[in-house]
T-cell receptor
Framework: AQSVAQPEDQVNVAEGNPLTVKCTYS??????LFWYVQYPNRGLQFLLK??????LVKGSYGFEAEFNKSQTSFHLKKPSALVSDSALYFC?????????????FGAGTRLAVHP | GAVVSQHPSRVICKSGTSVKIECRSL??????MFWYRQFPKQSLMLMAT?????????EQGVEKDKFLINHASLTLSTLTVTSAHPEDSSFYIC???????????FGNGTRLTVT
């Protein structure tokens, strides 16, 4: 069965420090992986995706993610955190069931960047 | 970038009434739209997948007669919560994509409160 795990409910980082939000996945075949961010009372915004190619994927707002096939991980990273990065982050993998491709989301990780 | 408009952003209704939520893709044709429900501090739960011109596919445990989904055109899908009850109070989010390779684009969500 396809699944996504985000082991941390919350990540706390000081502004200016690097941040990492962890994600591991389980899927048969080649994974299609995504990161989304959600601000309060808003929908999700797409950050980046991995389908094929370079393991290091660069996305919006200075975020990047590294695909590691042996560790089945797709951790989200940013070299220098901003207070405005504080939000809820979701990792997702594309799964297939019921005749459709659909996104399977992790539980989410709340990122808190403090000044 | 692709824009998905969801309306209304907030709605308060009385128990027993029905509420319609609209989801529009503004600058692309959405062959597939998805409806999610999000409980406080939880991840997104996929409710149903709809393709233009065909019946929606509901996830297990989602009552199709309770949550009516119509995908009448390539730019519009609607979710109608029929005979709403307080337990239907939640944050509902739609998403849409153009092609199977495209990332999902999300609406800003609808906060439904049933009194």
């Amino acid at each position: 069965a396809q699944s996504v795990a985000q082991p941390e409910d919350q990540v706390n980082v000081a502004e200016g420090n690097p941040l990492t939000v962890k994600c591991t996945y389980s899927v048969s075949g080649n994974p299609y992986l995504f990161w989304y961010v959600q601000y309060p009372n808003r929908g999700l915004q797409f950050l980046l995706k991995y389908i094929t190619g370079d393991n290091l994927v660069k996305g919006s707002y200075g975020f990047e993610a590294e695909f590691n096939k042996s560790q089945t991980s797709f951790h989200l990273k940013k070299p220098s955190a901003l207070v405005s990065d504080s939000a809820l982050y979701f990792c997702a993998v594309r799964g297939f069931s019921g005749g459709y491709n659909k996104l399977i989301f992790g539980a989410g990780t709340r990122l808190a960047v403090h000044p | 970038g692709a824009v998905v408009s969801q309306h209304p952003s907030r709605v308060i209704c009385k128990s027993g009434t029905s509420v319609k939520i609209e989801c529009r893709s503004l600058d692309f044709q959405a062959t597939t739209m998805f409806w999610y429900r999000q409980f406080p501090k939880q991840s997104l739960m996929l409710m149903a997948t709809s393709n233009e011109g065909s019946k929606a596919t509901y996830e297990q445990g989602v009552e199709k007669d309770k949550f009516l989904i119509n995908h009448a055109s390539l730019t519009l899908s609607t979710l109608t919560v029929t005979s709403a009850h307080p337990e239907d109070s939640s944050f509902y989010i739609c998403s849409a994509r153009g092609s199977i390779e495209s990332p999902l684009h999300f609406g800003n969500g609808t906060r439904l409160t049933v009194t």
